[in-house]
């Protein structure tokens, strides 16, 4: 009998296999759900609105986009997702003013997320970080005009406190 046509056998009581039930695609949203009641009640309190205007749900979003033409930016600075809506020269400028220019950058004084975890000393005390991702966020690596998934992860715990122990 080929592999093809073999007959594929429980695991037995024995077995130290786990078998979820739902396939990957559900166990992907059922994960992406939980991961979203877990952070929208901090992020809507620091945004000062509900859980419910941060995630309106599919519908919710997509009736608020029609409203502003599908202007994705008008609808985060009407709904209060962001504080301002800025072009990337205005940015730029903002955060020179904030952090300095680097003259031999050529840029303003900014650690690349590539090299931020070789050039950071381990004990900085308290501290904000901030990750830009720019694209649809995709399971996997980053691929050219999408976030990945385990890219964007591997960040955050790079960027998450460790203990000591």
Same mark, same amino acid.
């Given at each position: 009998m080929s592999s093809a046509s073999a007959p594929i056998n429980p695991p037995s009581s024995h077995s130290s296999a786990m078998i979820c039930p739902l396939p990957p695609a559900k166990r992907i949203a059922a994960g992406l759900a939980?991961?979203?009641?877990?952070?929208?009640?901090?992020?809507?309190?620091?945004?000062?609105?509900t859980a419910q205007q941060l995630f309106p749900g599919a519908q919710g979003?997509?009736?608020? $986009?029609?409203?502003?033409?599908?202007?994705?930016?008008?609808?985060?600075?009407?709904? #209060?997702?962001?504080? =301002? $809506?800025?072009? %990337?020269? =205005?940015? =730029? #400028?903002?955060?020179?003013?904030?952090?300095g220019w680097s003259k031999a950058d050529n840029n303003y004084r900014a650690i690349s997320y590539y090299d931020y975890n070789v050039k950071t000393p381990s004990d900085?005390?308290?501290?904000?970080?901030?990750?830009?991702?720019?694209?649809?966020?995709?399971?996997?690596? =980053?691929?050219?005009?999408?976030?990945?998934?385990?890219?964007?992860?591997?960040?955050? %715990?790079r960027c998450a406190p460790r203990s000591e122990n």
């Open positions: 939980n991961c979203g009641r877990t952070t929208s009640t901090p992020l809507a309190a620091n945004r000062q609105i979003i997509i009736d608020g $986009l029609r409203k502003v033409g599908g202007d994705t930016a008008k609808y985060a600075l009407d709904n #209060k997702l962001v504080d =301002e $809506l800025a072009t %990337s020269t =205005e940015v =730029e #400028k903002a955060l020179t003013k904030q952090f900085q005390g308290s501290a904000i970080a901030v990750i830009f991702a720019n694209g649809a966020i995709m399971d996997g690596e =980053e691929t050219p005009g999408n976030v990945g998934g385990d890219t964007t992860g591997s960040a955050n %715990s």
